[in-house]
Every structure is written in structure tokens, then in C-alpha cells.
């Protein structure tokens, strides 16, 4: 298989339950804005990682928020870097090596986690997780560097969950940002991905 390819939207397995909306929202408007031949290349050169899986199912393990906002305006298709293809496993073969290797994320917006058997089959049916909005918006205010790990963003929206009420980020996302830069940058923090010393 190679390592690039085309691939229609609705057919990529996510292997998280949830997204920022509010991260989607911005991908979304800077994708409107483009004309559409410049939407395509721009999805070219940002190829979503997957990994083939069985019955030739192909699950992304990176780039949720733009696929759900690719989706949301419309694309039907994005390109995809394929990382690995354990399309011989059976289902509890292939979880079991997806979890050792980090590509599956099954907690909710809570940060509860669930059977595998819970991820949704489209883009489009992941829950809001504010948290990994907000999380994501501290890394853009410098609060932290960007990591390889795998779902690191996560980490810090479970961080963020247990330090700053949702409350709080509801009526104040903004000052939530600024409070989340403050955490990120403390002691507490000093364990997490991508932690500024």
C-alpha cells in the first residue's frame, strides 16, 4: 500500500470520542476561506497518519480537528500517510497493538475511558471535549511546546480538567486560556509533554 493516499472521508475510522469544537471551528474558517483547488493541496500537505486495520479499514491516529473540519465544509476526501497496516490481526489483536503503541484514545470528555467498541464510526460523531480546545489553545499561547507523543494535547486537557472548573471555561474561555498558561508553566505541570523548563 503506499505510504500516501487519497481517501474518502467517511471512511476513516477515528480512534478517538472526542474533538475541541472550538479548535474545529477555527480549522474550519481558515478552510473555508480557501479556494477550493487550494483546500485540496492544503489537505495534501497536511496527510492524516492511519494505520490499516481489519477488513481493510483505515483509522486515523492523528489530525481529528481537521478532518471534522474538512468535513465540515464539505470536502469528501483528505490524504492519508499510512504508518502501519495490521489489517491481519482480528479486532482484539489489532486494539491491543494500537493501545501499545499509543494510536487510540478512548476517553470521553470526561476523561473516562471506554471499550473500543465505543468509537464512533465518523468524524462527524465525536463529542465536544472544551478541555481539548482549551488545551490546545494554551500550546498556541506558549504555555507548551508541541510533543510527538501521541495525544499529548489530551494529557493536557485531563491536566486542565482536574485544575481550572468547567465552569470557568465555559463563561470565561479566554481567561481560561490565560489561567491554563499560568498551570502549564508551574511545577505541577513539569511531567506533562512538551513542558516549558
Known amino acids: 500500500m503506499p505510504k500516501l493516499k487519497e481517501w474518502p472521508i467517511n471512511k476513516m475510522y477515528p480512534t478517538q470520542l472526542t474533538v475541541g469544537l472550538i479548535e474545529v471551528k477555527d480549522k474550519q474558517v481558515a478552510l473555508a476561506a480557501l479556494k477550493p483547488k487550494d483546500r485540496a493541496a492544503f489537505m495534501a500537505d ?8 481489519p477488513g481493510a479499514r483505515l483509522y486515523m491516529t492523528d489530525h481529528h480537528h481537521l478532518v471534522r473540519a474538512a468535513c465540515e465544509v464539505g470536502l ?4 492519508c500517510q499510512t504508518d502501519d497496516d ?3 490481526l482480528d479486532e482484539s489483536g489489532f486494539w491491543e497493538k494500537m493501545n501499545d503503541n499509543g494510536w487510540v484514545h478512548p476517553l470521553d470528555e470526561h476523561g473516562v475511558r471506554h471499550v473500543y467498541s465505543m468509537l464512533p464510526a465518523h468524524i462527524q ?4 471535549d472544551v478541555y481539548r480546545s482549551l488545551a490546545g489553545y494554551v500550546r498556541n499561547a506558549g504555555g507548551y511546546d508541541k510533543s510527538p507523543l501521541a495525544f499529548a494535547e489530551f494529557v493536557w486537557a485531563d491536566f486542565f480538567r482536574r485544575n481550572i472548573a468547567i465552569e470557568s471555561v465555559k463563561a470565561d474561555f479566554h481567561g481560561a486560556v490565560l489561567a491554563g498558561v499560568t498551570l502549564a508553566k508551574g511545577s505541577r505541570a513539569k511531567a506533562l509533554p512538551g513542558f516549558k523548563k
Do not use: K, Y
Open 46 to 53: 497536511h496527510p492524516i497518519p492511519a494505520v490499516l486495520g
Open 86 to 88: 495490521l489489517s491481519s
Open 125 to 128: 460523531d465525536l463529542a465536544d
Open 76 to 79: 469528501e476526501t483528505g490524504f
